[in-house]
């Protein structure tokens, strides 16, 4: 197989287990259950199509037209639009979350850990134990690292099915506003959008494709894929639960592989990427903190996703991400534009109203 060839399936890959990882890292902290609720389904897979699909799009559209990771591409994006470059604060706001969220996954699974394996530790320093491994496995080559992931996402799975999980069954219930908010945290933040890491995965290869659509479409469907996974999964055995943290373990690793090239690209001083990378990562070391923390970072993710739908939306020229994603007919694009200049920003202020109103 060519490196082309490889590099075109990376972002998918990556795509199926970061979704998956993440999702089932936020489920508890949303609310989200296994409920199998037909009803909730139903409005995650629009939310997938008028949310997820459009901000998929746009991402691989500012790659192309950027040529460079998320961070770096600000710059010339802001230019390209005569644009503030108060602009460019949104990929701060993205890198740095990037090794946040890399923490969170990790304090997941030291939780896990503790229930599981070693419940006679205190869960931060098994989180310590764990944030320095992935410290160290995200030294190792990208395709490794995607490789172990993978690896460790199915056999979880495989184990959590063969072992015997018990589904509840399929119903019908209310729709309320709180389920359209976890319907789009699962749509966005879950599916690690408005982060560029699809498009940094396979930059080279987005540049030889004449559409977005090779690229985004199965980037998309990946997605897909790994919430119906997570629809099936539940960890309620040591086996299963061993194999998702090593499934952590590499796709934090990853993350923070990630966030470190993009900062490299930027030309960060190395001290400066370090200390992001680290204070980001090991804040959730702090005790007590998780509770807020993992509130704080689905608004967080909400309001990246939000930025760039406006940066998109309303600021780039028009001209710009329609020679970058090449659709096949103007009504394609003109769909596209609507989505993100309007559906997308006030789905996610409803989503953030319903996800405050049921905390609050």
Known sequence: MSHNALSRWLSP???????????TTLAPVTGIQ??????????WLLTMVILALPICYLEIALAKRSKTTALHALS??????????KWRVVGWLA???????????LNNAAQLLMVYAVPRFESNLLFVGLAILAVVI???PRGIIVLLTALGVISSLVFANVIGTALPEWQVTPLELSEWGHATILALVASGLGLGLYSQSNLSTIQSEDVATKTALPVWIAQLFAVIAFGFFAIRTEIPAVAFILAVLAGSALLLQMAREQLAQRQTSVIVQWVILLV??????????????????VLW????????????????????LRKSMNFSHEIFYNLWRIAVRIILPLGIIMAIIAYLGQWI
Not at 301 to 320: D, E, R, T, V
Request: glycine share 4%; aromatic share 16%; charged share 10%.
């Open 13 to 23: 890959i990556m795509a199926f287990c970061l979704s998956f990882i993440i999702i």
């Open 34 to 43: 296994v409920e199998r609720q037909i009803d909730f389904w139903i409005l």
């Open 76 to 85: 010339s994006l802001t230019r390209d639009a005569d644009a503030s470059s």
């Open 95 to 105: 890198v740095i979350f990037i090794p946040f969220l890399a923490g969170a996954i």
């Open 138 to 140: 995200s030294f190792i």
């Open 280 to 297: 980001a990562l090991f804040i959730w070391a702090i005790p007590q903190t998780s509770v807020v923390f993992n509130h704080v970072i």
């Open 301 to 320: 993710g909400l309001i990246i996703c939000f930025i760039y739908a406006i940066f998109a939306g309303w600021i780039m020229k028009i001209s710009h």
